[in-house]
């Protein structure tokens, strides 16, 4: 599917129409699904509903943005008004939202057509897009791989030519580790950027809504689209949304030195040797297009796992407390009790990754070991914090890899889950900091599986990660290739 501003050009010039666009993405959807299952629901109608209002727009010779009729996915946690919103989970099987949250919303009204809800770890809780209560989304690489999680549909739908671009949200890397294993450029923005009105709340200070594109620009346009203050979020920072996709140029030796650091901590033991080569030219390449390279060290890098692990299901398991049977969603049969009935509901309502995080948040949250846990926690958070601010006195942008690993087998790691969370090392302390990350492909591996380049900056220089991230894709021909299924 060609990216977004190619088929605006073709919308503008009456050479394609929206719905024409909209029919190809659902039929190849519809072809896919049954090898992919990206998708929890496909929402053909609403697509093709959305798409005729663009044409007829066009018709009457109005002017149209850049992601009118642009068919897109949209992570099933984020509500979408009429149209079922699970968090691919049985407790929430039937709710149907009253309303719509603020990213599809500003979307809807820039004239963007939704091809479907993609599928998800449940209450996005997982590294691998397998905690799904309904189904498991393969990588469209390897059918026989997973596609990274929590937001595994959204990129596996982007990469395999289902949708243009997707939304995702990231709590500890659940956009970037997925644009990883997928071969596609997926970013996580400035905590606060874009609002979190209708996102349904895994752990509060650290989800984030972002975008996944096959292109850099693609990314950069629908970061665009819905960045920017909400007065419906509380934690919503008062800034205007930026034109990411603006002033993208293929290098950045006129725009004066750029320096970017290597995050020491992130090389050595447990970096598979592939991605660990793949990364090294990919720095070399930013080198040769004019960047000053720096070894950077954040000593406390190491202890965001930890420490997220007890932070996000502290978060989580407060969050998690209103799905009791009682005001919407799934209700337990036959309760003999109250009691009974909040206890069989959460039981058979929630899958074992969910009710593992919980029963971890409770316990941090439980006194006694609040102080020992939770608050010890949160002072690394601050340190870790401290470390990145030191990094970024010193250079503009910092790089590692986005996983230490690339895409694993399908059951690989479901029976140990330590050996799963190993699998965010790289992108929790990321969210952690509240500071923007982005994945692009760098490389692929023996077997063919793509290989991500992670990019950090300070708060709120997504235009920076963008210009960076372009630069570097538009020196190689990673994201031309694309899955032979």
Known sequence: MASIRKLHTQLVNKERSAVEITQK??????????????????????????????????????????????????????????????????ILENFVPPYESTVTQKLFDAGAVMVGKANMDEFAMGSSCETSAYQVTSNPWDLSRVPGGSSGGSASAVAADECVVSLGSDTGGSIRLPASFCGVVGMKPTYGLVSR????????????????????????ILLSAIAGHDPKDSTSLNVTASDYAANLTPDFKTKGQLRIGIIKETF??????????????????????GAEIHVISCPRFRYGLPSYYIIAPSEASANLARYDGVKYGYRSEDPDNLVSMYTKTRASGFGEEVKRRIMI????????????????????????????????????????????VTAFKAGEKTADPLSMYLTDLMTIPVNLAGL?????????????????????????REDLLFQVAYAYEQSTDWHLRKPQL
């Open 25 to 90: 993405a659902l039929d190849k959807t519809q072809s896919l699904e049954p090898k992919l299952h990206s998708f929890l629901c496909v929402t053909a109608d609403k697509a093709l509903e959305q798409a005729r209002a663009v044409d007829a727009k066009i018709a009457a010779g109005e002017e149209i943005g850049l992601l009118a009729g642009i068919p897109i996915g949209i992570k099933d946690n984020m509500c979408t008004q009429g149209i079922t919103t699970t968090c691919a989970s049985r």
């Open 197 to 220: 009105y209708g996102l349904v709340a895994y752990a509060s200070s650290l989800d984030q809504i972002g975008p996944f594109g096959r292109s850099v620009e693609d990314a950069a």
């Open 268 to 289: 050595g033991e447990g970096l598979d040797s592939v991605v660990e080569q793949a990364v090294t030219k990919a720095i070399d390449k930013l080198q040769v297009l």
């Open 361 to 404: 948040g409770t316990y941090a949250l439980s006194a006694g070991y609040y102080d020992a846990y939770y608050l010890k926690a949160q002072k690394v958070r601050t340190l870790i914090k401290q470390d990145f601010e030191n990094a970024f006195a010193q250079v503009d942008v910092l790089v590692c890899p986005t996983s230490p």
């Open 436 to 460: 923007p990350g982005l994945s692009v492909p760098c490389g692929f591996d023996d077997k063919g599986l793509p290989i991500g380049l992670q990019l950090i900056s300070n708060a709120l």
